[in-house]
């Protein structure tokens, strides 16, 4: 069964330092998504992407992220400049149809020390 | 008022026993009803999937929707052990790209 992979599973870096997070979406799939889950609280949309630019992002997506589909699977998230409280799981998602289920990948837990 | 709103738990049943587990929500424009279970440290994964009002079952698991109340449930039968985790409702709003809302979680132990 196809499913959506993230890479790392677990990166750990300075605060202030550029983290690159990896995506790759379901193959036949065209629209794409990051959320993010701080430890105990909900999981929070951050930007959705499609036909190669971002259709919505929420107020947490400020100029210190950005996202990415450097090639036909890749999916990327940027955090330029990495805060303490940027200390979440992140996850993607990617759904074939806008209406559809969307599948989520396992995440990629960042520590911002 | 949150958009979505879900007990967040715990909630400790014994194995065998029947799970009730619910979110509300304010806003009557979401269309689209999911229930996700989450494992520690896991995505999310797709349980249910509906659209209107009424029932859906598939297996152990019941899925109810309650437009009207604004209330959806899910209903798991013969509850084990191996259901222990975070269960994740979230709902689209038809806008935008139909991101998903998401209810806060409610953590579910099923004892042996």
């Known amino acids: 069964e196809p499913e959506v992979t993230q890479t790392p599973s677990h990166q750990v870096t300075q605060m202030g330092q550029e983290v690159i997070l990896r995506c790759v979406p379901i193959?036949?799939?065209?629209?794409f998504y990051w959320y993010r889950q701080i430890l105990g609280q909900k999981v929070e949309f951050l930007v959705s992407f499609y036909n190669n630019e971002i259709s919505e992002k929420s107020e947490i997506f400020d100029d210190q992220f950005s996202v990415e589909r450097p090639d036909g699977s890749n999916f990327t998230l940027k955090i330029r400049s990495t805060k303490l409280e940027d200390s979440a799981m992140y996850f993607c998602a990617s759904t074939g149809e806008v209406t559809d289920t969307q599948y989520f990948g396992p995440g990629t837990r960042l520590t911002v020390l | 008022q949150k958009e979505v709103e879900q007990d967040p738990g715990p909630l400790s049943v014994p194995e065998g026993a029947i799970v009730s587990l619910n979110c509300t929500y304010s806003n009557s424009a979401f269309q689209y009803f999911m229930w996700y279970r989450q494992y520690s440290r896991k995505g999310p994964e797709l349980l249910m999937y509906?659209?209107?009002?009424g029932n859906k079952e598939d297996g152990r698991f019941t899925a109810q929707v309650d437009k009207s109340s604004k209330y959806i449930s899910l209903f798991i039968r013969d509850s084990q052990p191996s259901d222990s985790a975070t269960y994740l409702c979230?709902?689209?709003?038809?806008?935008?790209?139909?991101?998903?809302?998401f209810g806060t979680g409610t953590r579910l132990k099923v004892l042996a």
């Open positions: 979230a709902m689209i709003r038809p806008s935008g790209t139909y991101k998903y809302i």
């Open positions: 193959s036949n799939h065209l629209y």
């Open positions: 509906t659209y209107s009002s």
